[in-house]
T-cell receptor, first 112, second 113 residues
C-alpha cells in the first residue's frame, strides 16, 4: 500500500512535554497538509506545504506548533509544551496541486 | 464562522432505507469533495464534484453539486450496515486571498441490520 503514512498512531504524554509526529505522503504528491480533529467534529486545517515551502498557516497553529517538510517529501509536526487542549487526532493528507486530498489514518494525541 | 453546514448531524436508519445528506454554504466552491470516515481512521475520499449541476454515481451513492456551486447532496439508496460512518463534505471556498480547505460539520450515519 502506498498511501499516506503517519507515525506514531497513538501518543500519550504528560502536559508540558514536547511531541513530534511524522507524515509520509504519497510519493508523487507535491502538496502536504496537516489537520486537527476533535471528537465529533470535522477536521480543521492547520497548515500546508507545496514541496518544501510552507504556504499557509491557520490561526489555530499557535507558536507552540511548528511544521517542517525539509526535502519536500516527509513532514513533521511538533508541539512544544503540550496542553490539555492539544488532545486530538492529527491528520496528514497529500495531493497533487489542484487534486483531491488523500488522508493518512492520523496520530491520536492524549495529554495526561 | 462555519462555511459548510451539513444536515442532518445524526441519522439512524434501518437497512434498506434511502437517505439524503445535505452540505450547504453561502460561499461558492471551485469543487467539493465527499469523504467517509470510520472511527480511528482518516477520511477516505468518495468523490469530487467540480461542475455546477454535476451528478456522479458510485454504486448506491449519488452525489450532486448545486448549480451555483454552493451546495451538494449525497443520496444513498438501500442503505447497508457497511455504509455506517461519518460523512464529510469539504472544499476550498472561492474567497480569494489565503488558502483554507474546510470541512463540513459532518453527518454521522448508523445503518441498523
Amino acid at each position: 500500500d502506498t498511501g499516506v503514512s503517519q507515525d506514531p498512531r497513538h501518543k500519550i504524554t504528560k502536559r508540558g512535554q514536547n511531541v513530534t509526529f511524522r507524515c509520509d505522503p504519497i510519493s508523487e504528491h507535491n502538496r502536504l497538509y496537516w489537520y486537527r480533529q476533535t471528537l465529533g467534529q470535522g477536521p480543521e486545517f492547520l497548515t500546508y506545504f507545496q514541496n518544501e515551502a510552507q504556504l499557509e498557516k491557520s490561526r489555530l497553529l499557535s507558536d507552540r506548533f511548528s511544521a517542517e517538510r525539509p526535502k519536500g517529501s516527509f513532514s513533521t509536526l511538533e508541539i512544544q509544551r503540550t496542553e490539555q487542549g492539544d488532545s486530538a487526532m492529527y491528520l496528514c493528507a497529500s495531493s497533487l496541486a489542484g487534486g483531491p486530498q488523500h488522508f493518512g489514518d492520523g496520530t491520536r494525541l492524549s495529554i495526561l | 464562522t462555519q462555511l459548510l453546514e451539513q444536515s442532518p448531524q445524526f441519522l439512524s436508519i434501518q437497512e434498506g432505507e434511502n437517505l439524503t445528506v445535505y452540505c450547504n454554504s453561502s460561499s461558492v466552491f471551485s469543487s467539493l469533495q465527499w469523504y467517509r470516515q470510520e472511527p480511528g481512521e482518516g477520511p477516505v475520499l468518495l468523490v469530487t464534484v467540480v461542475t455546477g449541476g454535476e451528478v456522479k454515481k458510485l454504486k448506491r451513492l449519488t452525489f450532486q453539486f448545486g448549480d451555483a456551486r454552493k451546495d451538494s447532496s449525497l443520496h444513498i439508496t438501500a442503505a447497508q450496515p457497511g455504509d455506517t460512518g461519518l460523512y464529510l463534505c469539504a472544499g476550498d471556498p472561492v474567497l480569494g486571498g489565503t488558502y483554507k480547505y474546510i470541512f463540513g460539520t459532518g453527518t454521522r450515519l448508523k445503518v441498523l441490520a
